[in-house]
Nanobody, 121 residues
C-alpha cells in the first residue's frame, strides 16, 4: 500500500558530499514526521535526522552543522544533504515515515529498503 524509495547513496571521499532522497508513494492520506536513520556493520540502527510536517528538525549531535534534512510536502519527499562526510558516516541509510493510509484509522511507521553510503579514500 505504501512504499518509501531512497536514492542517492554511493562512494565518496572524506570531505565530500552526497544528497539522499526518499519519496513516499501509494495510498497515502497523510504523512507526519519523516526521518533518516543509519546502520553501520555490527552496530544498531541510529537516528540521523528528523523533520516534522511543519519543518521542525532534529539531528544527531555528530552530524549537526554537516547534514541538512529538508522536506517537500507536495511531493511526499524528504532529502538529506550530507557535507564534510567522514569515514564514520559509512552506513546503510534508511528513510522512515509515520503514515496514515487512505481508508485506515491508525498511523503506522514505514521504512525504505536502505541505500549504502561509503566514505573512503
Amino acid at each position: 500500500q505504501v512504499q518509501l524509495m531512497e536514492s542517492g547513496g554511493g562512494l565518496v571521499q572524506p570531505g565530500g558530499s552526497l544528497r539522499l532522497s526518499c519519496a513516499a508513494s501509494g495510498r497515502i492520506f497523510s504523512l507526519e514526521a519523516m526521518g533518516w536513520y543509519r546502520q553501520a556493520p555490527g552496530a544498531q540502527r541510529e537516528l540521523v535526522a528528523t523533520i516534522t510536517r511543519d519543518g521542525s528538525t532534529n539531528y544527531k549531535d555528530s552530524v549537526k552543522g554537516r547534514f541538512t534534512i529538508s522536506r517537500d510536502n507536495a511531493k511526499n519527499t524528504i532529502y538529506l544533504q550530507m557535507n564534510s562526510l567522514e569515514p564514520e558516516d559509512t552506513a546503510v541509510y534508511y528513510c522512515q515515515s509515520r503514515i496514515l493510509v487512505t481508508g485506515k484509522v491508525h498511523w503506522n511507521d514505514y521504512w525504505g529498503q536502505g541505500t549504502q553510503v561509503t566514505v573512503s579514500s
